[in-house]
């Protein structure tokens, strides 16, 4: 049921060009999984779902939790092993550098470092090393209004 949340979390996120924690939080959709709502009544008590979020998503919100719910076990998704990288010396470097021009940026725009860019993202251009707006447009995770606003400093840090 929770891949049924985040895939029409990340659409709408996508969708919206926002983080998909501003769409709805992680906390809320383990909340939903562990005790999924009856109807959209349920749904507005939930802590973490404000009226707005009932009005605009309620519908898709018990869609996706209906088709979570249908979801044959030997269907559930399975762990995957996270991605083993070669070791690269220079690694902690890059990731310093980055963390040193978004805490930069942070306080230029006078935003949290997670808007401005997470540590995980941060993490994957370390070890990408995009050398140019169009490659560091692909890292995953990277919204079109961050590469916009921030996509050249973060490639000077590099």
């Known amino acids: 049921m929770l891949r049924e949340l985040f895939t029409w979390r990340d659409q709408v996120a996508a969708r919206l060009d926002r983080a ?9 959709m383990i909340d939903l999984a562990k005790e999924p709502p ?9 802590k973490g779902i404000g009226d707005s979020t009932v009005k605009k998503n309620g519908a898709a919100i018990l869609q996706a939790v209906e088709r979570g719910m249908e979801l044959p076990k030997d269907q559930w998704p ?9 070791r690269d ?37 370390a ?24 996509g050249k400093a973060l490639l000077e840090a590099l």
């Open 20 to 28: 998909p924690f501003m769409v709805l939080g992680n906390a809320v």
């Open 38 to 46: 009856t109807g959209q009544g349920d749904l507005a008590k939930r």
């Open 78 to 86: 399975r762990l995957e092993r996270p991605k083993r990288y070669d």
């Open 89 to 125: 010396p220079d690694y902690e470097d890059r990731l310093k550098r980055l963390k040193k021009t978004r805490d930069r940026l942070m306080e230029q725009w006078d935003l949290r470092p997670g808007v401005v860019c997470a540590n995980q993202l941060l993490a994957e251009i």
């Open 127 to 150: 070890r990408t090393r995009p050398s140019s707006l169009a490659e560091l447009g692909a890292v995953e995770g990277l919204r079109q209004w961050q590469l916009r606003t921030f």
